[in-house]
């Protein structure tokens, strides 16, 4: 099954490894194939450079950030051809376009702007707590 998962979804499972977004992340990983775009890459880097992340989670850096650096290098690397104006926030766009160009079943987000959507294109949108459910009925 191949997911996109917002950058949100990766900083916070660095922040808390043992929680919700920690075990999709860690402990699920193998449940699914993830699908990435260099947009996406670009972001997740991005936002663990940012001043108040850095300031507030100074372990964040390099907590687990090899780990998942080697699966985002593993993942189904996709550079789609257009990035759609779909979302409110044009910025999340490059979800949408990276779960279509990679064939994927659901984007996992955080981001209301995207979740509000429920679904794009035949591809669900939902939250890293619904997508747990979803892994655990598939492997339940």
Same mark, same amino acid.
């Given at each position: 099954?191949?997911?996109?998962?917002?950058?949100? +979804?990766?900083?916070?499972?660095?922040?808390?490894?043992?929680?919700?977004? %920690?075990?999709?992340? &860690?402990?699920?990983?193998?449940?699914?194939?993830?699908?990435?775009?260099?947009?996406?890459?670009?972001? &997740?880097?991005?936002?663990?450079?940012?001043?108040?992340?850095?300031?507030?989670?100074r372990?964040?850096?390099?907590?687990?950030?090899?780990?998942?650096?080697?699966?985002?290098?593993?993942?189904?690397?996709?550079?789609?051809?257009?990035?759609?104006?779909?979302?409110?926030?044009? %910025?999340?766009?490059? &979800?949408?376009?990276?779960?279509?160009? %990679?064939?994927?079943a659901?984007?996992?987000?955080?981001?209301?702007?995207?979740?509000?959507?429920?679904?794009?294109?035949? +591809?669900? +949108?939902?939250?890293?707590?619904? &997508?747990?459910?979803?892994?655990?009925?598939s492997? %339940?």
């Amino acid at each position: 099954m191949r997911v996109v998962l917002d950058a949100v +979804i990766l900083v916070r499972g660095l922040i808390n490894p043992s929680g919700l977004w %920690g075990r999709l992340v &860690f402990a699920q990983a193998d449940s699914y194939n993830w699908v990435v775009s260099p947009a996406i890459v670009n972001e &997740f880097l991005e936002v663990l450079r940012r001043p108040e992340l850095v300031r507030k989670y100074r372990e964040v850096p390099s907590r687990n950030l090899p780990w998942v650096l080697a699966q985002i290098a593993t993942a189904k690397m996709v550079e789609p051809d257009e990035i759609p104006r779909v979302c409110r926030d044009p %910025g999340d766009d490059k &979800f949408l376009a990276a779960a279509l160009a %990679g064939n994927a079943a659901y984007i996992v987000s955080e981001d209301r702007d995207l979740l509000d959507l429920m679904e794009y294109e035949g +591809i669900t +949108i939902l939250s890293a707590e619904a &997508f747990l459910k979803v892994l655990q009925r598939s492997t %339940g």
